[in-house]
Nanobody, 125 residues
């Protein structure tokens, strides 16, 4: 079982930066691929970024070059550094993991995978 807890969201202006954190419980964290998913009001969940247990990273085109995902396995934590934020980045950001720890890029995570409660990011213009 893996439990996830996000933090670091807030209200910022366009061009500002934020760093989200996701603290994970469970001994299997270091072998799990971790994902950031966001959902804007009235829209579907959207893949943002993922990091494999090997450290390989993957990004949505919309955030490439602005967001950086990283992980610290000694702290069971994954981060999302978000720079040059835009109003269209406004969403609830979720930390998520496949129930078997697999990398899920291009294959949406399902409700029965592991999810945090989400953290709100609001970017004003």
């Amino acid at each position: 079982q893996v439990q996830l807890l996000e933090s670091g969201g807030g209200l910022v202006q366009a061009g500002d930066s934020l760093r989200l954190s996701c603290a994970a419980s469970g001994r299997t964290f270091s072998s799990f691929a971790m994902h950031w998913i966001r959902q804007a009001p009235g829209k579907e969940r959207e893949f943002v970024a993922a990091i494999h247990w090997t450290g390989s990273t993957y990004y949505a085109d919309s955030v490439k070059g602005r967001f950086t995902i990283s992980r610290d396995n000694t702290k069971n934590t994954v981060y999302l550094q978000m720079n040059n934020l835009k109003p269209e980045d406004t969403a609830v950001y979720f930390c998520a993991a496949d129930r078997r720890g697999r990398l899920r890029v291009g294959v949406p995570l399902q409700d029965d995978d592991y999810w945090g409660q989400g953290t709100q990011v609001t970017v004003s213009s």
